[in-house]
């Protein structure tokens, strides 16, 4: 049973326009949400995260778009660069419980120069 | 400015051996997650610890598996009689978990291959 859905197995954009990358989820304890970037070999690396009381949270580049009555989230990224080519990972969590993150399969972003 | 470590980095075993991975977490986290991930899946849980003490092991396969993480040094998670089927990539992750915040912080990996 997946709780984190990730449909779009790859993303292709081109460099300096925005890439939008979705999530949905199907727990409604989930209260907290993170994307993680991934490179091949490497462990994931921490984007962004957002708590159920805010519908936005922006750092940077990267900006986190919560719909808690749809169940989905995005991550919007702009501009996207070629360095942003890498697997991203939807993850939720319970934040009352022991804060186990349940991730998505992830989506293959590649950014053309 | 150390980040979580793992170590060893590649691990290889043949079936029915033991393997021993380990992890030391961020400076002053003591909250530890270890997760596995096959090939084109996502990670999956598997324990989450806190000094001496398994807070949440329903991730764990109940046999063949292990986790301590003790007072003194890394942490460990232990496969015994290894098969082909846990060949995998391991990771291991830390949190502070203060302040509402549940980041957790991700290592390298330990890449387990079984033959």
């Known amino acids: 049973d997946q709780q984190v859905k990730q449909n779009s197995p790859s993303l292709s954009v081109q460099e300096g326009r925005i890439s939008i990358l979705n999530c949905d989820y199907t727990?409604?304890?989930?209260?907290?949400f993170l994307w993680y970037k991934k490179y091949p070999a490497e462990g994931p690396t921490f984007l962004i995260s957002?708590?159920?009381?805010?519908d936005k949270n922006e750092d940077g580049r990267f900006t986190v778009f919560l719909n808690k009555s749809a169940k989905h989230l995005s991550l919007h990224i702009v501009p996207s660069q070629p360095g942003d080519s890498a697997v991203y990972f939807c993850?939720?969590?319970?934040?009352?419980?022991?804060?186990?993150?349940?991730f998505g399969k992830g989506i293959t972003l590649s950014v053309r120069p | 400015n150390a980040g979580v470590m793992q170590n060893p980095r590649h691990l290889v075993r043949r079936r029915g051996q033991e393997a021993r991975l380990r992890c030391s977490p961020m400076?002053?986290?003591?909250?530890v997650y270890w997760y596995r991930q096959l090939p084109e899946e996502g990670l999956k849980f598997m324990v989450y610890?806190?000094?001496?003490?398994?807070?949440?092991e329903s991730g764990m396969p109940k046999e063949r598996f292990s986790a301590e993480f003790p007072k003194e040094g890394p942490s460990i998670l232990r496969i015994q009689q290894v098969v082909r089927g846990d060949s995998a990539a391991y990771f291991c992750?830390?949190?502070?978990?203060?302040?509402?915040?549940?980041?957790?912080?991700f290592g390298p990996g330990t890449r387990l291959t079984v033959t």
């Open positions: 400076k002053g986290h003591s909250h």
């Open positions: 993850a939720a969590s319970e934040s009352g419980a022991n804060s186990k993150l349940t």
């Open positions: 727990n409604s304890m989930f209260d907290y």
């Open positions: 957002i708590s159920s009381i805010k």
């Open positions: 610890l806190q000094k001496e003490n398994i807070i949440d």
């Open positions: 992750a830390s949190s502070l978990q203060t302040g509402g915040t549940y980041e957790q912080y």
